[in-house]
């Protein structure tokens, strides 16, 4: 989005504040609630954060709502007084909060954006999202993209292994400098130890005592032990200069080879890594096909074929959600699709009531009934759907389940659809309930 929600949401007028110090007390709200949904370990909070904040008709007296009220009015003290001005309603103002929230947290993080998409794919369609649908279709379409993005990449869908960057290296060789020997060193050297120290002020230098006239071997012994140490002096010097710019042609080449091999280990882990998954990702294709292929069920050890349609759509969502990741790629759910289609043909496709489905849930086998129970959800809060129908074969009654969820009665749905619509629950869950 080019804009956030927020911003979005005041530029449509959904939200009717032009007060900039109110504005950045929504912000600031913003941020509470992200502190709240990031407290804990786990995600499970998300979910009814996401059913609320995209539903318009949400009562006020959701547990969510008025939770995310309270930190707005601890924000902006006259929020109260502001929305009877200007006959908005708070619940507007609260979802915009929590949807921002919820953006921000899903582009940093591809859990929290799968799981966002997860959650309200399904539902989206069955609430009155109004003059809002263009704002939050644009949210959940990033979102749709991003997931899918990241489930094509997980299961290694481009047949491309993928590694860092293998950077080469250049290496680097300062040039070397000639040793050179001081003439002017030299010449004082030799006139220090040749001239004798009374002719030194004339001869620009000289300090031995004796001097060649003597006729004795003092004045050689002088010159030859003065000369030797002034000359050697000088030699070493210019050896030891070089010796430096010669040692940092190795310096500059180790250092250009330590950046170099440092770059192996982790290209390799990488590659490795890639393959690995890449390896993995086909099997698990092949697991898939031959599930397809087969049409056994893994839950109840029979085939798909001798159930009715309802227990096979429930036992494909759970025996499914068993052998995919929690992130995977849209093609999945097609063939969820096409294992219903190959059991009953066009049959999967007939929409009918979700009052009839969940009239017909009472024929649920009992081994899909325990896997369904262990999604029962308590509170007041808003249900995702899987929880709600879980609660509804629970406790045996379904007028519950219309308000949990906020779909209405006359909503119809395939076979196919219901099937995916538990299988996204499924895969949220396990979302929410990482740690």
Known sequence: MTETILQSYLNEQHI????????????????????????????????????????????????????????????????KNSITATKDKST?????????????????????????WLTARDVI???????????????????????????????????KPLANEFNGVEISISGVKAAQISEETLK??????????????????????????????????????????GISEVVNTALSQQTKSLSSISTSIQKSLDAYFAQLQPFFENLSNSFASSISANNKRSELLWWKQSLYSRTLNTSYRS??????????????????GAIYPESVDYLLRETLKDVYGEQEEEGRLLTEWLKDSNSIQGDIKA??????????????????????????????????????????????DLAVWLFHGLQAQRLATLK
């Open 16 to 79: 009717k504040t032009d007060v900039q110090e109110n504005i950045n007390s929504l912000t600031k709200a913003v941020n509470e609630v992200k502190k709240h949904l990031t407290k804990r370990k786990v995600k499970s909070d998300i979910i009814p954060f996401t059913l609320v904040a995209l539903d318009p008709k949400v009562n006020d007296t959701d547990p969510v709502v008025q939770l995310v009220e309270e930190i707005i009015i601890k924000k902006w003290s006259a929020f």
């Open 92 to 116: 507007t103002y609260v979802r915009a909060v929590i949807l921002e929230s919820l953006s921000q947290l899903a582009n940093s993080d591809a859990a929290t954006a799968a799981l966002v």
């Open 125 to 159: 369609e069955y609430y009155q999202l109004g003059s809002e649908e263009n704002v939050i279709s644009e949210f959940l379409l990033e979102l749709a993209d991003r997931t899918e993005e990241n489930g094509r990449a997980a299961w290694g869908i481009n047949h």
């Open 188 to 229: 004082v050297c030799f006139l220090n130890a040749m001239v004798h120290s009374g002719w030194s002020p004339h001869a620009g230098g000289g300090t031995n005592p004796h001097h060649q006239g003597q006729n004795n071997w003092q004045w050689p012994k002088y010159m030859a032990e003065h000369s030797a140490k």
């Open 307 to 324: 159930l009715n349609q309802l227990n096979a759509a429930v036992c494909m969502a759970l025996d499914l959600a068993e052998q995919v």
């Open 371 to 416: 896997a369904l129970n262990e999604h029962t959800a308590g509170g007041h809060e808003r249900k995702p759907f899987l929880s709600a129908w879980a609660n509804a074969l629970q406790s045996g009654e379904t007028t519950e389940f219309f308000k949990e969820t906020g779909i209405e009665k006359k909503a119809k749905l395939t076979v196919s």
